[in-house]
């Protein structure tokens, strides 16, 4: 079974540029997550999606930040214009149906200089 | 007050050493208790997943949670280097499906 797919891996960008994350998740997986992880910190949840719909994104920046899951698949997550404090590890993490086990991916590192 | 605390390291043990890694939590509504693994430039990896108070036993790490006390312990027997990773605690409520971490507790194991 293939894990959670991100990319980019890497992205290093300037402050007030804008950025975008693509997750393709866990085949067949209903709810997906975004988490935000700062260096030395756990990782925070950012928005989550059940099938394309919101089910949380009270912790989402929604001045910068913006997430989309069409078609209950693939998702972005994109911020519009970066801040040095973005920086951090973007991940995103997918579940069954009915499961409480979230199958995270690799993650992007964003720095924002 | 974080909702979640652990202690951030780093541990150094010498290979084949018990490791005992530990989370304090406040929210009493906490029903699920998760440890995850992350190696250096990786996302987490599940290790353990307890459902309310109790023991847990997969192999060389055993999960306990007691509920009274808001604590929570992973105990890693004959630690090997392959081990040396960040472990972070996970919790959730039953109605809410995302997990509040703690913020990692980094883990040496010197050959």
């Known amino acids: 079974e293939a894990g959670v797919a991100q990319s980019p891996r890497y992205k290093i960008i300037e402050k007030r540029q804008s950025v975008a994350f693509w997750c393709n998740p866990i085949?067949?997986?209903?709810?997906l997550y975004w988490y935000q992880q700062i260096l030395g910190q756990g990782p925070k949840l950012l928005i989550q999606f059940q099938n394309n719909g919101v089910v949380d994104d009270s912790q989402l920046p929604k001045d910068r930040f913006s997430a989309e899951r069409l078609k209950g698949v693939d998702s972005t997550l994109k911020i519009q214009p970066a801040k040095l404090e973005d920086s951090a590890v973007y991940l995103c993490?997918?579940?069954?149906?009915?499961?409480?086990?979230?199958?995270f991916g690799p993650g992007t590192r964003l720095l924002v200089l | 007050q974080k909702e979640v605390e652990q202690d951030p390291g780093p541990l150094s043990v010498p290979e084949g050493a018990i490791v005992s890694l530990n989370c304090t939590y406040s929210n009493s509504a906490f029903q699920y208790f998760m440890w995850y693994r992350q190696y250096s430039r990786k996302g987490p990896e599940l290790l353990m997943y307890t459902y309310s108070s109790g023991n847990k036993e997969d192999g060389r790490f055993t999960a306990q949670v007691d509920k009274s006390s808001k604590y929570i312990s992973l105990f890693i027997r004959d630690s090997q280097p392959s081990d040396s990773a960040t472990y972070l605690c996970a919790m959730k409520n039953t109605g809410r499906r995302a997990l509040t971490f703690g913020s990692g507790t980094r883990l040496q194991v010197q050959p």
């Open positions: 085949s067949g997986h209903a709810t």
């Open positions: 993490a997918s579940s069954p149906e009915l499961q409480e086990t979230q199958y």
